[in-house]
């Protein structure tokens, strides 16, 4: 996990704990009205509850067993690696992409960052400046060359 991703999951783990709060303080005024079999806002904050308390468990899971790798702080040996910043010429079209490859919970293709498990960061790891790649998808297969690897964070 890059840092900037575990960031995210420390500020998403901050709000559910905010979240759990404000749900604690419907679900005790829910009880104060009386029967709760017909109370709609009770029932809609419990279930609201048992997801937030899920997604809590399931972050802090994450963030425990979590590696957290700052590229900045490693030697730029030319290679592609985990968190690696990499521009690529599409040989088909001509056009430069670029992507960062970060952890699975990161990954959000608006931004540009895709999966380390995805196909085409697996493709890329361990690649060298202008090195081809071919890509198998189904919409075809698709060539790429590698025109810059940078070390962003």
Known sequence: MTPVGQQQLRAELN????????????????????????????????????????RIRQIESKLSDAQIIDVKRLPNQGRVIFGSTVTLLDCDNNEDVMYQLVGDDEADLSLNKIAISSPIARALIGQEL???????TPNGSHSYQIKKIELLG
Do not use: C, F, P, T
């Open 15 to 54: 709000r559910l704990h905010e979240e759990r709060v404000e749900l604690s303080q419907v679900i005790g005024e829910a009880i104060k009205q009386g029967d709760l079999r017909e109370n709609a806002d009770y029932h809609a904050a419990k279930d609201q509850q048992g997801l937030v308390e899920a």
């Open 130 to 136: 202008e090195h081809m790649i071919e890509l198998q």
